[in-house]
């Protein structure tokens, strides 16, 4: 297991879809855009909530799987993105740039397009046009998706 994160910060739902709608905010400045490429699978729901404010019906989807659990691999392009061209009026959408290696494959793919995520983590920062919250390198962003809510013991019998 990675050892390269010493703490969570857990995302709930209506924090996500607060600062999604910011994104959509800042984002609605620099349009309009063409059509949305959602980074899978983290991008999807990011950029559904953006597709909504802005009013955006042309998504596709450029599927990139970089690691397994907290676990980096070298990323795996599952499928790219055909008719957007170099990718310029076009915006993709990722949940978060920790790295930055997802993000520079897929603006590989569209080098004219807009890259926006809700999340960034400075080694991944540059490689992003536009962020909402950046939260350190050491931290591990836990999304509502990959949570279940589960008993907790009272603090008094884990002592
Ligand atoms: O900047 P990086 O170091 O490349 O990390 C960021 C990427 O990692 C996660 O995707 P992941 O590969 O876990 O796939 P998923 O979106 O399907 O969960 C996240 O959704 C980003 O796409
Ligand atoms: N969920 C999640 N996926 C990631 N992929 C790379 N970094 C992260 C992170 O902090 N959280
Ligand atoms: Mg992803």
Redesign the pocket.
Same mark, same amino acid.
């Given at each position: 297991m990675s050892d390269t994160y010493r703490m969570d910060f857990p995302v709930s739902w209506d924090e996500l879809h607060r600062n999604a709608r910011a994104l959509a905010w800042r984002l609605s400045e620099l349009g309009p855009f063409e059509g949305i490429v959602a980074?899978?699978?983290?991008?999807l729901v990011p950029a559904a909530i953006v597709a909504r404010e802005l009013e955006i019906r042309l998504i596709d989807t450029a599927c %990139?799987? &970089?690691?397994d659990k907290k676990d980096?691999g070298d990323?795996s392009i599952l499928k790219g993105v055909e008719g957007a061209g170099e990718g310029e009026g076009w915006l993709i959408i990722?949940?978060? %740039?920790? &790295?930055?290696?997802?993000?520079r494959v897929v603006r590989n793919m569209l080098p004219k397009a807009h890259f926006a995520t809700v999340y960034a983590k400075p080694a991944?920062r540059p490689l992003v046009d536009t962020f909402i919250t950046e939260v350190s390198q050491d931290t591990w962003i836990l999304f509502p998706w990959d949570v279940a809510p589960v008993y907790a013991k009272p603090i008094k019998e884990m002592r």
């Open positions: 980074i899978t699978r983290g991008g %990139v799987a &970089t690691y980096m990323p990722d949940d978060l %740039v920790d &790295t930055g290696t997802t993000a991944g």
